[in-house]
């Protein structure tokens, strides 16, 4: 199986590549099926992004996800595009209460201030 991977490597990426990415691939098959690791490869490709650190940084996300197949590649693209929907760009909105906001309205609630009033 890695051969094929190297071969789709080469084809797409343009380079031969050295020892540690044949380990580096053999490692995430050991994981993924190698249609996830060759659909990667495409992303970098399609991104004008031929390396293998950015490859992967795809494979190492993917690994960390658990995505093993490409059922659950489909799933976590669909999640990453509901994320950006939302205007977050892909990133969770950031929480309405600061520590400072929290440790405030705790303080003042000792002093039997029950609120803080917006500006």
Known sequence: ???????????????MPPPMVYAGLQ???D???????MDAIDRASADNRRSW??????LKSRKA??????????RNDEDWEAKKATGT???DPPKKSSPFK?????????HG?????EP
Request: hydrophobic letters at 40%; proline letters at 2%; glycine letters at 10%.
């Open 1 to 15: 199986m890695v051969a094929l991977v190297a071969g789709h490597y080469i084809d797409s990426i343009g380079t």
């Open 27 to 29: 490692s995430y098959l």
């Open 31 to 37: 994981f993924m099926e190698p249609d996830v690791i």
């Open 53 to 58: 650190s950015y490859v992967n940084g795809i």
């Open 65 to 74: 996800n658990g995505t093993r197949n490409m059922a659950d590649v489909a």
């Open 89 to 91: 760009g892909g990133r």
């Open 102 to 110: 929290e440790k405030l309205e705790m303080e003042m609630s000792k």
């Open 113 to 117: 201030r029950n609120n803080i009033q």
